[in-house]
């Protein structure tokens, strides 16, 4: 008479063939969702991958259902664009300082009559210099327009551009008195060019040749385009829209086009905007 298996033994070889019969049973329930899966979407895309006889005893029954999916048609809706009727924006004031005339009348006219700015350069000695003319500005004063302390310290670009945006305002009326009623917080300067301060920036090249000690810790501030309107708003107390466009020939376009866009948006004043 055999022995009988110690109770641990027997709780093991239980637990083992139940563990086999439930991976037995997983693997049938997988196997009979793989077939649904199969056949539903075999079903839907209109494929049927049951054996070739299966199918022919199953192509007698009638009634069989298929599925097919349908894409909906897109809707194409254009959208129109609202109607805006936009602020008439105007130039109120001009002022110039150009090799033609300080003043925009003189400068127009010798338009017309066909005069030239171009002439011989006085500013400095260009003998050694295969061209020695240019479109310099000539008889040119910042008195009454440029308070001295900064007239001696600005390179010349700054100095026309104030000197210019203050005639500007004087020729559309907004005198100082005007100007104070104005909000300041939606007043703005923009400006268009090319280059910053070259004469600044030269002239700290050369210092710097000799020590760095001589040079003027206004050299790179002042050779920024956007260091003239900044240094007008400054001068008038303005603290809206604030800096430069650089766009070749196209500059004052741009310049007048993003002014006029200030204040329909709302974003400038009337009568505000520097160019």
């Given at each position: ?138 008889s040119f004063s910042t008195e ?132």
């Amino acid at each position: 008479m055999a022995a009988a298996a110690p109770p641990l033994c027997a709780w093991l070889v239980a637990a083992g063939a139940h563990a086999d019969c439930g991976a037995d049973e997983h693997h049938r329930q997988q196997h009979r969702q793989t077939q649904c899966l199969d056949a539903g979407s075999g079903a839907m895309f209109g494929l049927d991958r049951r054996p070739l006889g299966a199918r022919r005893r199953g192509s007698a029954r009638s009634g069989m259902a298929m599925s097919v999916a349908l894409q909906p048609e897109r809707v194409i809706v254009e959208k129109k664009r609202p109607d805006v009727k936009q602020r008439r924006v105007v130039v109120t004031g001009m002022g110039v300082v150009t090799p033609l005339g300080h003043d925009p009348d003189v400068f127009y006219n010798n338009l017309l009559d066909g005069h030239s700015g171009i002439s011989e350069i006085e500013t400095f000695d260009c003998s050694k210099f295969p061209t020695r003319i240019a479109g310099e500005i000539k008889s040119f004063s910042t008195e009454g327009w440029v308070v001295p302390k900064l007239s001696k310290r600005m390179d010349k670009f700054m100095l026309y551009l104030i000197t210019a945006g203050k005639k500007a305002l004087e020729n559309g009326g907004l005198t100082e008195e005007v100007r104070n009623d104005l909000d300041k917080t939606r007043c703005g300067v923009l400006i268009g060019s090319a280059m910053g301060g070259m004469k600044v920036f030269n002239d700290a090249i050369e210092a710097l040749r000799v020590s760095y000690r001589k040079m003027n810790p206004f050299c790179v501030p002042f050779a920024t385009t956007n260091m003239g309107s900044a240094i007008l708003a400054m001068d008038l107390g303005w603290m809206g829209p604030n800096y430069s466009i650089s766009t070749a020939c196209a500059t004052s376009n741009f310049c007048i086009l993003n002014a006029a866009n200030h204040i329909r948006r709302g974003e400038a004043v009337s009568n505000s905007m520097i160019l």
